[in-house]
C-alpha cells in the first residue's frame, strides 16, 4: 500500500484538502459527518440482501411463483447490482459522488416501492433488476465520499465503521424480516425502505458537502461500457443457471464462452482511449490488485458458507428458521463488532498484517465447519462462526482499504466499484463452484449411504432428482414408506449432505489459506496524511 494512493502531486484533483489548524470545524464539515450521512443509505441496501430471503416463501404463496422464479427474485436483483456497479462507479467519477449517491437513495426507494405494488412474480423481478441497478449507484458513491472526505491516516477507521454497518444490517435483515412478514406481509419487508430511505435521503442533503465531481473533464467511455456490461452480465448469467441446468449444459458454456470472450475485448479496447472506463494503470499497483483478489476470496467463503450452512442448520439439525438466525448472529454480529476495531488497526500498522491474520482466522473457522457432523454441538459451530466472522471482518476492511486507499481520488468511484464487484462475483462464485461440488460428492456418495442402510440403491435417473433435494438438508422419501425406512433414507441423505458439506467447506478453507500467503506481498505499513510513499 501507500501513503496516499500512487497518485501526483501535480494533479489538484488528486490532493486530499488541507486541515485547517486555526478552528476547530464544526461537525458538518468534518469527515464523519459523511459516515452519518451515509450510514442509512448503505444499511437498507445491505437489509435488501438478506431480509428478501426469508420473504420468499410467503412471496411464492401470494404471486404463484414457482423455485426457479423464486430464485430470481436474488438473482434478478445481483444481476442489477453486479453489471452496473463499473459504470455506476464511473458516473460518480465524473459526476459528483453526492449527486449519484442521493439518486442511488431516491430510485433504490422508488423501485422498492413498485417491487412492493407488483400484481406477478415477472413484474417483481423486473423492478428486483431495477433495484439492482440504483444499489449500484448508492454503494460505490458512498465508498467514495468517504475516499476523497477522510485523510489517509484516518480511512482505516472509516472503512472499519463502514463494514460495521454493512455486518449489523446483514444480520439484522433475516430477524426484521421475519417480523415484518409474521406480523403484516411479505410486502412490509419492502416497504420499510421508505422511512429508512427518507432519512437517508435527509442527512445526505443537510451533511453531505457541495457536488464537487472528482473527475469532472472525463469522457464517458460507451464502448467500454457495453464490453464490461456483457461480460459481467454472462459471466453472473453463468454463475447463476450452471447449479440447476449444469456445467456442461450449452447454455453454460455459451455465457462462459462470452463472459472470456468480452471481457478480453474489454482489455483490448480500455488500452486505447485517452480516457478509459477503468485505467489499467490502477492494477499496476500490487497492493490493489491483491485486494481485489482477496476480496473475491472473501466473499466465497462468506456467501457459500451462509448459504449451505442454512440448509445444514434447519435441514440436517432441524432448527427453526428463528433459531438458525440465533446461530448466524455469532458469525455477523462478530463482524459489526470487529470491524471499527480492525479499521483501527489498520490506521496504525497498515493492512497486510491484519488481513493475513484475518484469512488465517478465517480459514480456521472454515475449516472447523468442513468437520461438522449431524450431532455436532452449538459451541463448537459458534466458535466456528467467531474465527470466521472475526476473520472475515479483518479481510473486508484490510482489502478494501487496499483496492480504495491505493487509488487516486479522482478514480475512488471506479476503485470503488471494483470492490463491490469482485465483493458480488466471489459471492456468486462462492454459492456456484462450491454448490456444484456438493452435487457431485452428493451424486457420487449417496448410493453406498443407502447401501450401508440396508436400502436399495437409488437409480441414475433418480439421483439426478434427489440431489437438488439432498443439496438442501432434506431427504426424498418413497411413497408409503415406514418409520424405520423414512429414518434411513433421511439418514443416508444427510450423511451425502455432510459428504458433499466437508469437501466444499474444505476447499474454501484451502482457497483462504492460499490467499493468506499472497497477502503477504501487499506492503506493509501505515497510511498518513504526508507526501506519497510506499509502506
Not at 428478501?52 to 404463484?64: E, K, R, W, Y
Not at 421508505?194 to 457541495?210: D, E, F, K, R
Not at 459451541?379 to 480504495?404: E, R
Not at 433435494?469 to 423414512?486: H, W
Amino acid at each position: 500500500m501507500t501513503t496516499q494512493a500512487e497518485q501526483s502531486p501535480r494533479d489538484p484533483r488528486d490532493q486530499h484538502p488541507p486541515v485547517a489548524n486555526e478552528a476547530k470545524p464544526r461537525f458538518t464539515e468534518s469527515p464523519w459527518a459523511t459516515l452519518v450521512a451515509i450510514a442509512f443509505g448503505v444499511m437498507m441496501v445491505a437489509l435488501d440482501g438478506t431480509i428478501v430471503a426469508v420473504a420468499n416463501p410467503a412471496i411464492g404463496a401470494s404471486l404463484g411463483a414457482s423455485l426457479a422464479e423464486l430464485q430470481w427474485v436474488t438473482h434478478g436483483y445481483l444481476l442489477g447490482l453486479a453489471v452496473f456497479l463499473i459504470t455506476a462507479g464511473k458516473i460518480g467519477d465524473r459526476f459528483g459522488y453526492r449527486n449519484t449517491y442521493l439518486v442511488g437513495v431516491i430510485g433504490f426507494v422508488v423501485s422498492s416501492v413498485a417491487i412492493a405494488l407488483s400484481s406477478g412474480v415477472i413484474m417483481l423481478i423486473a423492478f428486483r433488476i431495477v433495484q439492482g441497478i440504483f444499489g449500484a449507484l448508492l454503494l460505490p458513491s458512498a465508498m467514495g465520499l468517504l475516499r476523497a472526505s477522510f485523510p489517509p491516516s484516518k480511512l482505516g477507521r472509516a472503512f472499519g465503521v463502514f463494514g460495521s454497518l454493512i455486518g449489523a444490517a446483514t444480520a439484522g435483515g433475516p430477524i426484521l424480516g421475519g417480523l415484518l412478514v409474521g406480523a403484516l406481509s411479505w410486502e412490509a419487508v419492502f416497504y420499510i425502505n421508505v422511512p429508512v430511505g427518507a432519512v437517508a435521503l435527509a442527512l445526505g442533503l443537510w451533511l453531505l458537502a457541495a457536488n464537487r465531481p472528482t473527475d469532472a473533464g472525463s469522457r464517458i467511455d460507451v464502448p467500454g461500457i457495453v464490453l464490461v456490461s456483457v461480460a459481467i452480465f454472462a459471466l453472473v448469467w453463468a454463475l447463476v443457471e450452471a447449479p440447476s441446468i449444469g456445467w456442461a449444459h450449452p447454455v453454460t458454456l455459451a455465457s462462459l464462452g462470452a463472459a472470456v470472450l468480452f471481457f478480453a475485448a474489454f482489455l483490448v479496447w480500455e488500452r486505447r482511449p485517452e480516457q478509459p472506463l477503468v485505467p489499467l494503470a490502477l492494477f499496476a499497483h500490487p497492493s490493489l490488485s491483491i485486494g481485489v483478489v482477496l476480496t473475491v476470496a472473501m466473499a466465497l467463503g462468506l456467501m457459500g458458507s451462509l448459504f449451505f450452512i442454512t440448509f445444514y442448520l434447519q435441514g440436517v439439525r432441524g432448527l427453526s428458521p428463528a433459531q438458525t438466525g440465533l446461530q448466524l448472529i455469532s458469525m455477523t454480529a462478530m463482524m459489526a463488532i470487529t470491524s471499527p476495531i480492525a479499521g483501527r488497526l489498520l490506521d496504525r500498522v497498515g493492512a497486510r498484517l491484519p488481513t493475513t491474520a484475518g484469512l488465517l482466522s478465517a480459514s480456521a473457522g472454515m475449516f472447523l465447519l468442513s468437520r461438522l457432523e449431524a450431532d455436532t454441538g452449538v459451541p463448537y459451530v459458534s466458535v466456528a462462526f467467531v474465527l470466521l466472522g472475526v476473520g472475515l471482518s479483518l479481510v473486508m476492511t484490510g482489502a478494501t482499504a487496499a483496492i480504495i486507499g491505493n487509488a487516486p481520488v479522482r478514480y475512488a468511484g471506479v476503485a470503488a466499484a471494483l470492490q463491490q464487484a469482485a465483493m458480488q462475483l466471489g459471492g456468486s462464485l462462492g454459492t456456484a463452484v462450491l454448490g456444484a461440488v456438493m452435487s457431485a460428492t452428493i451424486v457420487s456418495t449417496l448410493p453406498g449411504h443407502y447401501a450401508d442402510a440396508g436400502l436399495a440403491e437409488p437409480s441414475s435417473g433418480d439421483l439426478s432428482g434427489m440431489q437438488s433435494t439432498v443439496a438442501q438438508g432434506g431427504a426424498v422419501l418413497p411413497e408409503g414408506a415406514d418409520a424405520a425406512t423414512a429414518a434411513a433414507v433421511t439418514q443416508a441423505s444427510n450423511l451425502a449432505f455432510l459428504d458433499g458439506l466437508h469437501l466444499a467447506f474444505g476447499i474454501a478453507a484451502v482457497v483462504m489459506l492460499v490467499a493468506a500467503g499472497l497477502s503477504l506481498f501487499m506492503r506493509a505499513g501505515r497510511m498518513t496524511d504526508g507526501p506519497a510513499v510506499h509502506i
